[in-house]
Structure formats: structure tokens, C-alpha cells
């Protein structure tokens, strides 16, 4: 069965202190990754979507990296109104767009 | 810009009664879904509709049916709500193998 695993659960970061998030997963066929942002109250906003192992995606201070097990979301020099859950989403090679996982989420948390 | 409005923010039902989520986009998407999402659970899906009349169920459909008449419209129906139904829902829609776009949610409290 497909999964998605998104480490850590929380993170708290000081203004200008970079990390990763991660997403893992095991899926039959990745046709896509997605990852999201989601504000409290909101639905979850598209960001980036990589296709295969080795892409990478930028927007600002994000940067989404690829390998064949897992994904990497890099904050540079996060700001407060990064703050935000992230999610991770895998697509497998079946079906119409429908077979999508989504992981937890890892809640950022960018301190003044 | 991609817009999919969901009709209520927040609605608060009582347990056994039918209730209709609805759900419009106005970018002309094929895809259309409908997910739960629950703390430390993530975003379940419950059902998707890849056309008009067209319906699949999607990981925990129990409970819960859709009806898409029109390609812009997609309802979620609560045949007989029940406290276990209290959740966030969330809409999205998409073209063929393309990101989804979601709407803000719903908020539903069964009492």
C-alpha cells in the first residue's frame, strides 16, 4: 500500500535558521510529488510538483529536491510568514489522478 | 487565478440529519474531490469524480455520497450524520494529471 511519511511533526526555527523537511515515501509507480502549504483556517496552496529522481524546484526561500525514497523541502533563511504546516502528496501510475497520498504534515514554526 | 469556493466556512448539524457540503470551481477542471482532513491523520479521501454523473469512491466513502450534475458542481452528502463525521472537509479540483487546487474547508461539528 502506498505511504507517505513526514518528519518531523513540528518544527520551531528562529528567523534566518535554515533546515529540511522531510517526506518519505513507498508508492508503486510515482507519477508525481506535490507539496503543499496550508494556513490555519485554509485549504492547502499548491507549490511544487517533481516528477523524477534528481529535480529540483525553487520559489523563493524554498527548495523541493527528489530522490526515489524520499523529498526534501529546504528553507533558507525562513522568515515568520513561513510559518505554516507543509504537506507532502504522492501520485501513483494508476488511475486518473485520483490515487493521491497525502503525509501528516510537518507544522513550521518561524520565530522573531 | 484558480478558484474553488466552498459554500459554508463553518456548520454545525445535529447527529442523524442529512447534510450537503457544496463545492464550485470555475476553471473548467475534470477532476473533482472531496477529503477529510483529521490532527494527525492528514487528508483522507473520501470520494472523486473525473466527469459529470461520473463518481468513485475514494479511502473511507462509509457514510457519505456525492452527486456532480453539472462539470463546475460538486456535492458531498451526510446521509445520516453522525458524531464520528465531525471534521474538516475539504474540496479540490484539477485537470487530468495536473496539481489539485482546494478551497478553504468546511468545518463541520456533529452534536
Known amino acids: 500500500e502506498d505511504q507517505v511519511t513526514q518528519s518531523p511533526e513540528a518544527l520551531r526555527l528562529q528567523e534566518g535558521e535554515s533546515s529540511s523537511l522531510n517526506c518519505s515515501y513507498t508508492?508503486?509507480?510515482?507519477?508525481?510529488l506535490f507539496w503543499y502549504r496550508q494556513d490555519p483556517g485554509k485549504g492547502p496552496e499548491f507549490l511544487f510538483t517533481?516528477?523524477?529522481a534528481g529535480e529540483e524546484k525553487e520559489k523563493e526561500r524554498l527548495k523541493a529536491t527528489l530522490t526515489k525514497k524520499e523529498s526534501f523541502l529546504h528553507i533558507t533563511a525562513p522568515k515568520p510568514e513561513d510559518s505554516a504546516t507543509y504537506l507532502c502528496?504522492?501520485?501513483?501510475?494508476?488511475?486518473?489522478?485520483?490515487?493521491?497520498?497525502f503525509g501528516a504534515g510537518t507544522r513550521l514554526t518561524v520565530k522573531p | 487565478d484558480v478558484k474553488v469556493t466552498q459554500s459554508s466556512r463553518y456548520l454545525v448539524k445535529r447527529t442523524g440529519e442529512k447534510v450537503f457540503l457544496e463545492c464550485v470551481q470555475d476553471?473548467?477542471?475534470?477532476?473533482m474531490f472531496w477529503y477529510r482532513q483529521d490532527p494527525g491523520l492528514g487528508l483522507r479521501l473520501i470520494y472523486f469524480?473525473?466527469?459529470?454523473?461520473?463518481?468513485e469512491k475514494g479511502d473511507i466513502p462509509e457514510g457519505y455520497s456525492v452527486s456532480r450534475e453539472k462539470k463546475e458542481r460538486f456535492s458531498l452528502i451526510l446521509e445520516s450524520a453522525s458524531t464520528n463525521q465531525t471534521s474538516m472537509y475539504l474540496c479540490?479540483?484539477?485537470?487530468?494529471?495536473?496539481?489539485?487546487?482546494f478551497g478553504d474547508g468546511t468545518r463541520l461539528s456533529i452534536l
Open positions: 479540490a479540483s484539477s485537470l487530468v494529471n495536473r496539481p489539485q487546487h
Open positions: 508508492v508503486s509507480g510515482l507519477r508525481g
Open positions: 517533481l516528477y523524477s
Open positions: 502528496a504522492v501520485q501513483a501510475g494508476r488511475g486518473n489522478n485520483n490515487d493521491m497520498r
Open positions: 476553471m473548467d477542471h475534470e477532476n
Open positions: 469524480s473525473y466527469d459529470v454523473k461520473m463518481k
